[in-house]
């Protein structure tokens, strides 16, 4: 055994050499993902507005009850809690992989008794800090696998981001279409009251010769549509309200769910402008693009650790102590110590592991790359889809108001012919009928024409800060 001085020397001589260790990580792939360079039907926005990306999910929702759902979802939303502890998991990970960078130390003691040459028996005990098959990174391998692991930590954070992106926008539309509900609901109660006066206005004049089977029928009809069009909307605001008790992890009160107006009509301000920006700006701002990034670094990285796999294996199991023939003499003076065993292994052999192993890395990285250019062209599908819908929903928005009012002046044309004798009942059924439809297709466009917003900020990377 030799003197402990030298064993520091080698030891920092292993460290300078782990610290000259080479990386055989390739240079990453550009991805071709083959977008415009700008979104069809985009207006100028101002040169001082927000991107999307910048505007935190409280200044794009103006309505106080839906920031107060969205802010009780963010906090009770157990996909989102899945996402965070996601985090956590892999920056354990990521931390296991930096770790094997660094030799573990170990108190280790020992004891071994055995025959000697001459019949006797030979002790030897031993005590210290010892370290076994420490694998010096000559060659990048280890450095590699960290890297990866990283890549996959930040990946990890993007896609809790994106999952807030997607909790604040599906909360928002689903709280939308219960409002939307709500309208309906209350529409198609006063066109059923509506009905039924008919009704019974009809079987009036039917009992007293008035009027026709035909029209006591065709009422008949009408008010039964309307009670089918009630029970469908009924179902629709109980799922709705269903849905938005899952989102936000607990039952919503009352005040929150029912309609901010009487009459249950449709919030007009409950967001604000998005504008759209660059289609560049998706690659570093959006989460789902950043997060495919990000795993296309860390399938880069594992080529790295693939390539080293065919250089030698350099490894070092050492211990420093102090080691003596008798216990009692563990401790007396020269008896300190260490022991040094280096190893390297060269691959001659495996039977093609180590080379389908590197076609394997290839291959994910290859794949990491297509999902990342998917990604990207997704994210511009959608803004554009959103921008299309932005550019044409306010059009059909103002026409289904026009045909909407004309319906309602047409329904009391009719009523008036028809109470004068002008007219027959089934002009009045027909504009009743078309009425209805008419302003149901008008609460529907409305909701499309916000829940089109909340998709075009989500489009954009909006729902998340820094």
């Known amino acids: 055994m030799n003197r402990y001085p030298s064993f520091i020397r080698l030891s920092a001589l292993a460290a300078a050499a782990v610290l000259a260790g080479c990386s055989m990580i390739p240079e990453r792939p550009q991805a071709q993902a083959g977008v415009p360079q700008a979104y069809p039907m985009a207006t100028a926005a101002p040169a001082t507005a927000p991107s999307a990306a910048d505007l935190a999910w409280s200044g794009f929702i103006t309505d106080a009850r839906l920031r107060d759902v969205v802010q009780r979802a963010l906090t009770n939303n157990r996909d989102l809690r899945v996402a965070t502890l996601n985090i956590e998991q892999v920056r354990a990970q990521y931390q296991i992989q930096r770790s094997n960078q660094f030799p573990t130390i170990n108190l280790a003691a020992s004891g071994n008794r055995q025959p000697n040459a001459s019949g006797g028996i030979t ?66 109660r006063q066109t059923l009251k509506t009905r039924e006066d008919s009704l019974r206005l009809t079987k009036l004049r039917f009992d007293n010769g008035a009027a026709s089977a035909l029209d006591l029928r065709q009422a008949e009809s009408l008010s039964a549509a309307a009670q089918v069009a009630l029970a469908q909307a009924e179902r629709a605001r109980l799922l709705d309200v269903n849905a938005l008790n899952l989102l936000v992890g607990e039952p919503l009160p009352v005040n929150l769910l029912n309609p901010a107006t009487p009459d249950g009509a ?83 052999f495996d039977a093609g592991r180590n080379q389908a192993g590197l076609e394997s890395a290839r291959a994910g990285r290859d794949i990491a790359l297509a ?45 008036l012919r028809y109470r004068n004798g002008v007219a027959s009942f089934l002009d009045v059924l027909d504009a009743q009928r078309s009425l209805f439809a008419t302003q149901q297709a008008l609460v529907q466009t409305r909701l499309a024409q916000q829940q089109n917003r909340v998709a075009l900020y989500r489009a954009l990377g909006g729902g998340w800060a820094e």
């Open 123 to 188: 002790d030897l005990y031993s005590v210290g800090l010892a370290t076994s098959a420490w694998e010096i990174d000559f060659f990048g391998r280890l450095a590699s696998l960290k890297e990866a692991a990283l890549a996959q930590f930040l990946a990890s954070e993007e896609a809790r981001r994106a999952a807030q992106t997607s909790l604040v926008a599906t909360v928002s539309s689903t709280w939308l279409s219960l409002q939307a509900n709500e309208s309906l609901l209350a529409l198609t």
């Open 371 to 415: 999902q990342y250019e998917k990604a990207i062209q997704t994210a511009f599908r959608e803004v554009a889809d959103a921008l299309a819908g932005q550019a044409t929903l306010s059009e059909q928005l103002r026409a289904q108001e026009v045909q909407a009012a004309a319906e309602a002046d047409r329904f009391r044309l009719a009523e």
């Open 266 to 348: 449709l919030p007009a301000a409950v967001l604000a402008d998005v504008p759209a920006g660059l289609p560049s700006d998706l690659l570093t701002r959006r989460a789902d693009v950043r997060q495919a990034e990000q795993q296309l670094v860390a399938a880069n990285a594992n080529i790295g650790a693939a390539r080293a796999a065919f250089f030698p294996r350099i490894s070092l199991t050492a211990s420093v102590g102090t080691a003596s023939s008798d216990l009692a003499g563990l401790f007396r003076d020269g008896s300190w110590g260490f022991t040094l065993a280096p190893q390297a292994l060269l691959p001659i």
